[in-house]
């Protein structure tokens, strides 16, 4: 029986093995993390990480061809595959610091790897690092490598021994190692610079009157273009988007091309404006002033159908509310007030360090509430933000909503989901991304 180890139990890790394990019964997987909770949430019924479907897949091979552990070293010296999903934050301080990505954690790894080995491995990266890493692993791996033969793959998306099990052959891409590497930062590059070209034409759209949503339908009819990822919106987050061009940017500085990192930088930059843009049309609508003014904030996670919250742009938007003496509540169906309090007292960038590096039990942010219920966060508010794009705020009683509010009665949809004529009937003062007032 082939033996996979995926060190790493985080939203790739365990996710992606729970998938593997249920395609593939005759491999045996174990996600290994030096994190206890993590794994005894794994382990548990309540799973560390929300995504539709992820519970039943775990049940049904829980136990039977998928583990979850801490015993780090003996999973790695019995497996024949091992997955490196750990985090690759960028890096605080030092050189590169606010750029480049921190691999302490994927180098401490490839250390442990190299230290417990018995038989040879093939070593998968898992987690998204900067070109040429594989060469630098292979080095750590081959120095005290006791006649171990290693063979260092990386897979960002794709790994064809083990994904031909369910993905047709062609769509499976094979490259060289560092075109591999670069592939996914270029990717999440791309994706993240279509949503800041998006969100650039939405204030277009807001000075000349057009609408963005006609905009992107338009132009996403020309199949050059596609009809995909151009929703305009308050702002991209998660955990990669961000980290990763910076991490380009850093890479392109290094290599002497200012002018390539100079126009990666730029998605970034209007990903802030972006942000900011949101918050001063709420304060200026709102006649200049949110101080001690109630804001209910719908939605915190960084897209829908995740409790994830990682660079979500609700960070910046809350921050920037509670910065203008605005009272905020918040109300999302899948992340707690202990995470909403800990995103708004961090600091940036250390998000993704382990945890000891964060306020264990972070300063509440006082102005912050945060309720389990939409109606309950707008009751008595002045207005409304929409920051994700949850299905249930469509279906939402918005006349319920209006009744309890303070007048004149504000939505902001930092998302567009909600029909605005439909709210202005009702008697909101309904701002929209990207369309006209
Ligand atoms: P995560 O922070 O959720 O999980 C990483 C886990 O690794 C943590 O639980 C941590 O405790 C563990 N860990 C760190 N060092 C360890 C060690 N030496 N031994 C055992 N466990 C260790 O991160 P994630 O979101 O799963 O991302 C992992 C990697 O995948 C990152 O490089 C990220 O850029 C990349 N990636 C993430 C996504 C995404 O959607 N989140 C998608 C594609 C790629
Ligand atoms: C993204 C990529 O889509 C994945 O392919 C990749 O594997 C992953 O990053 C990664 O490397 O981490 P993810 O961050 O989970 O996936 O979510 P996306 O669906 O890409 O959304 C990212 C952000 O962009 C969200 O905040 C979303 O709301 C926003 N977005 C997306 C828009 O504002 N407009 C759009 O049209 C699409």
Excluded at 13 to 19: K, R
Excluded at 287 to 299: E, R
Aim: hydrophobic share 40%; with cysteine; net charge neutral.
């Amino acid at each position: 029986m082939v033996k996979i180890c995926c060190i790493g139990a985080g939203y790739v890790g365990g996710p992606t093995m729970a998938v593997i394990a249920i395609k593939c019964p005759a491999i045996e997987v174990v996600v290994v993390d030096i994190s206890k909770p993590r794994i005894d949430a794994w382990n548990s019924d309540t799973l560390p990480i929300y995504e539709p479907g992820l519970d039943d897949v775990v049940k049904a091979c829980r136990g039977k061809n998928l583990f979850f552990s801490t015993d780090v070293e003996k999973h790695v010296a019995e497996a024949d595959i091992i997955f490196v999903s750990v985090n690759t934050p960028t890096k605080t301080r030092g050189l590169g610091a606010g750029k480049a990505a921190d691999l302490t954690y994927w180098e401490s790894a490839a250390r442990m790897i190299a230290d417990v080995s018995k038989s040879d491995k093939i070593v998968v990266e898992k987690s998204t690092v900067p070109v040429k890493t594989a060469e630098a692993i292979e080095k750590i791996l081959t120095h005290n490598s006791k006649g171990i033969n290693y063979q260092i793959l990386s897979n960002p998306e794709f790994l064809k021994e083990v994904y031909a099990h369910w993905v047709p052959e062609e769509n499976i891409i094979t490259t060289n190692l560092w075109s591999a590497e670069l592939s996914k930062l270029a990717a999440n590059a791309f994706l993240a610079q279509r949503i800041s070209s998006v969100n650039a034409m939405s204030a277009l759209c807001e000075a000349t009157g057009a609408n963005v949503s006609e905009v992107s339908y338009a132009i996403g009819k020309d199949s050059r273009i596609g009809p995909k990822f151009l929703n305009a919106s308050v702002g991209f987050g998660g955990s990669c988007f961000q980290k990763d061009i910076l991490n380009l940017v850093y890479i392109c500085e290094c290599n002497g091309l200012p002018e390539v990192a100079n126009y990666w930088k730029q998605v970034i930059k209007i990903n802030d404006y972006q942000k900011s843009r949101f918050v001063n049309r709420v304060v200026s609508s709102m006649f200049n002033t949110v101080s001690g003014k109630k804001i209910a904030v719908l939605g915190f996670a960084f897209k829908k159908d995740t409790g994830d919250t990682r660079e979500t742009p609700a960070i910046d938007v809350c921050k920037g509310l509670v910065g203008d003496k605005a009272q905020v509540s918040i109300y999302d169906p899948q992340v707690t007030e202990d995470q909403i309090q800990r995103d708004l007292a961090m600091n940036k960038f250390d998000w993704d360090h382990p945890m000891h590096l964060q306020p264990t039990s972070p300063t509440a942010v006082k102005q912050v509430s945060v309720v389990w219920d939409a109606y309950e966060a707008a009751k008595g508010a002045h207005g409304v933000c929409i920051l994700t794009e949850w299905d249930e705020f469509k279906k939402l009683d918005y006349q319920k909503i209006f009744d309890n509010m303070q007048k004149p009665a504000f939505v902001f949809d930092g998302r567009n989901v909600v029909d605005a004529e439909k709210l202005r009937e009702i008697g909101f003062i309904v701002y929209s991304i990207g369309k006209p007032l």
